[in-house]
T-cell receptor, first 118, second 115 residues
Framework: AQKVTQAQTEISVVEKEDVTLDCVYETRDTTYYLFWYKQPPSGELVFLIRRNSFDEQNEISGRYSWNFQKSTSSFNFTITASQVVDSAVYFCALSDVRGDTGRRALTFGSGTRLQVQP | DTGVSQNPRHKITKRGQNVTFRCDPISEHNRLYWYRQTLGQGPEFLTYFQNEAQLEKSRLLSDRFSAERPKGSFSTLEIQRTEQGDSAMYLC?????????????FGSGTRLTVV
């Protein structure tokens, strides 16, 4: 069964600090995708990154970076020089594919609430 | 077309009443999903449509829940005889048919409160 664990329920940092959000996943699929979404107080899920299981290169996008390690089934997310606008709930998610129906659902972790204090 | 639209944004209802939510996906997306998100949790998959066909329902979807997607365009999610445990955010997402890399787009959700 698919499972995504985000052990950090809430993290509070002061602006300009770096912060890392942890994500550990379980899957029996050999090919899968991992995602990070941001959910601000307004409620919509904002897509941040998608990474497939064959690509273990780390990725950097501005202040955001992601560290994918297949050996430890982890896909961690780091925000460098955090800002107040980064305050939100962040979700890690794993692809959940069913071949006979074509369904491509997502299995989400329980989220990490990030509070960035000014 | 600016994205996935959900209406209403908020709904407060008394226990036992029926409610219906609407989702308008991105027009060229033929796959549509409903998710439910309770407080402090991540979204959980409820059901999936490919065009007008409902191809899968999660065990989370009890008999009081019904979803439709007439003509493969907008979708509705109805909850009959609402219970307090139905209070949650209901999210809709759509993706194109050849979305091998999960080209998902989520709506802003409908927040249901059952009192």
């Amino acid at each position: 069964a698919q499972k995504v664990t985000q052990a950090q329920t809430e993290i509070s940092v002061v602006e300009k600090e770096d912060v890392t959000l942890d994500c550990v996943y379980e899957t029996r699929d050999t090919t899968y995708y991992l995602f990070w979404y941001k959910q601000p107080p307004s409620g919509e899920l904002v897509f941040l990154i998608r990474r497939n299981s064959f690509d273990e290169q780390n990725e950097i996008s501005g202040r955001y970076s992601w560290n994918f390690q297949k050996s430890t089934s982890s896909f961690n997310f780091t925000i460098t020089a955090s800002q107040v606008v980064d305050s939100a709930v962040y979700f890690c998610a794993l692809s959940d594919v069913r071949g006979d129906t074509g369904r491509r659902a997502l299995t989400f972790g329980s989220g990490t609430r990030l509070q960035v204090q000014p | 077309d600016t994205g996935v639209s959900q209406n209403p944004r908020h709904k407060i209802t008394k226990r036992g009443q029926n409610v219906t939510f609407r989702c308008d996906p991105i027009s060229e997306h033929n796959r549509l999903y409903w998710y439910r998100q309770t407080l402090g949790q991540g979204p959980e998959f409820l059901t999936y449509f490919q065009n007008e066909a409902q191809l899968e329902k999660s065990r989370l979807l009890s008999d009081r829940f019904s979803a439709e997607r007439p003509k493969g365009s907008f979708s509705t999610l109805e909850i009959q005889r609402t219970e307090q445990g139905d209070s949650a955010m209901y999210l809709c997402a759509s993706s194109p048919s050849r979305s091998v890399n999960y080209g998902y787009t989520f709506g802003s959700g409908t927040r249901l409160t059952v009192v």
